[in-house]
């Protein structure tokens, strides 16, 4: 590096013996230059150029396919998680209403008893449990159809709930699933019988 206020000339000495080929006399350099600038691109210039521009747009376009893709996932993933919450939702409700205790007393596991209990014949909606309440229907979500599995469990007076949303099309278990979910649900019944 040349140090500050000092400036090579370039009819100076020092500046021809750091480049003796550029000397100011030197016309066909300058030539070479002006006309190799009026002939425009080469072809490898070219070529350089559009492979680039091609591999911007290639990325550019990965990116957006995979940005549609996860949110159409998501959006199928949302609507499963509302399709379980709903059916929950009427589960809760039945639970709420649910009173077994006909004049003899509380029974031995509500839980239980609840997920057994299938009186919708009746005219009494206090006493329906779990058994009377329909798994729904298959269902279209965002383009697939998908189906609920709800498997009830009992752990003394608590009703035990694993949801699972699948893609009916898919047939590999783990692909198909859209969602799950598990849950406890206590009848009120089993806090009047204690």
Request: aromatic share 8%; hydrophobic share 45%.
């Amino acid at each position: 590096m040349l140090p500050p206020g000092f400036y090579l000339s370039s009819g100076s000495a020092m500046f021809k013996a750091i480049f003796p080929r550029y000397s100011v006399g030197d016309r066909r350099l300058l030539e070479s230059v002006r006309h190799s600038a009026q002939q425009g691109f080469t072809m490898f210039e070219v070529l350089i150029a559009l492979m680039i521009s091609f591999l911007f747009l290639t990325g550019t376009l990965n990116a957006m396919v995979m940005a549609t893709v996860m949110r159409v996932k998501a959006e199928r993933e949302a609507q499963a998680g509302y399709w379980i919450k709903e059916d929950l939702e009427q589960v809760r409700a039945l639970a709420a209403n649910f009173n077994p205790a006909t004049g003899n007393g509380c029974p031995t596991s509500v839980g239980e008893t609840f997920r057994d209990a299938n009186n919708s014949a009746d005219a009494d909606p206090n006493n329906d449990g779990l058994a009377s309440l329909p798994v729904p229907a298959n269902k279209s979500i965002v383009g697939v159809t998908a189906a609920i599995t709800r498997t009830p469990g009992v752990s003394n007076n608590v009703l035990t709930l694993s949801y699972r949303v699948r893609n009916t099309n898919v047939t590999d278990n783990d692909m198909a699933t859209l969602a799950t979910l598990y849950t406890e649900v206590l009848p009120a019944a089993a806090l009047a019988c204690e």
